[in-house]
T-cell receptor, first 112, second 114 residues
């Protein structure tokens, strides 16, 4: 079975400081993992994806994620938060056939 | 290149009514998936269509049904609406070739059931 646990429902950081959004997964298959961002009243946008290539994945807007099989984790990081990063972030695990399983989301607040 | 489009943007219905939501996939995509996102929750998979047939289905009752047309566009139908069906309904498109493909999401249809 596939599932995703996002360990923090809310994260607040000051502008210019690092961002860490945590995600643990469970998968019966060799997983593909994604991070999506959802800004208010906008559609979900892909930040990055892992599909069994490099374990450190670089995405858009300076975001990165590291796949750690031993820890079943796929945490999202960014060295320096920007005000425009304030949004809802979803970790996703996919099974064959492309069915997506979403986490419950982490709301990121960036304090000026 | 237009992305995924959905209509209508917002919809208000009363309990017991039926509703149809529409989705046009990103150009070149052949697979459409539908998701329900309740307030404060992550999207939940409803079903996926490919070659005009339902390919996969999540844990949703038969009141939820869909259709895919030859031009790959899709409809989601919900019968006998319940208050709990109030949610944002998201359509996503992708290419079936190869698993684990990125899905492109539309802006969603906000359904309110009174």
């Amino acid at each position: 079975a596939q599932s995703v646990t996002q360990l923090d429902s809310h994260v607040s950081v000051s502008e210019g400081t690092p961002v860490l959004l945590r995600c643990n997964y469970s998968s019966s298959y060799s997983p593909s993992l994604f991070w999506y961002v959802q800004h208010p009243n906008k559609g979900l946008q892909l930040l990055l994806k892992y599909t069994s290539a490099a374990t450190l994945v670089k995405g858009i807007n300076g975001f990165e994620a590291e796949f750690k099989k031993s820890e079943t984790s796929f945490h999202l990081t960014k060295p320096s938060a920007h005000m425009s990063d304030a949004a809802e972030y979803f970790c996703v695990v996919s099974k064959p056939g492309n069915q997506f399983y979403f986490g419950t989301g982490t709301s990121l607040t960036v304090i000026p | 290149d237009a992305g995924v489009t959905q209509s209508p943007t917002h919809l208000i219905k009363t309990r017991g009514q039926q509703v149809t939501l529409r989705c046009s996939p990103k150009s070149g995509h052949d697979t459409v998936s539908w998701y329900q996102q309740a307030l404060g929750q992550g999207p939940q998979f409803i079903f996926q269509y490919y070659e005009e047939e339902e390919r996969q289905r999540g844990n949703f009752p038969d009141r939820f049904s869909g259709h895919q047309f030859p031009n790959y566009s899709s409809e989601l139908n919900v019968n006998a609406l319940l208050l709990g069906d109030s949610a944002l309904y998201l359509c996503a498109s992708s290419l079936v070739a190869g698993d684990y493909n990125e899905q492109f999401f539309g802006p969603g249809t906000r359904l309110t059931v009174l």
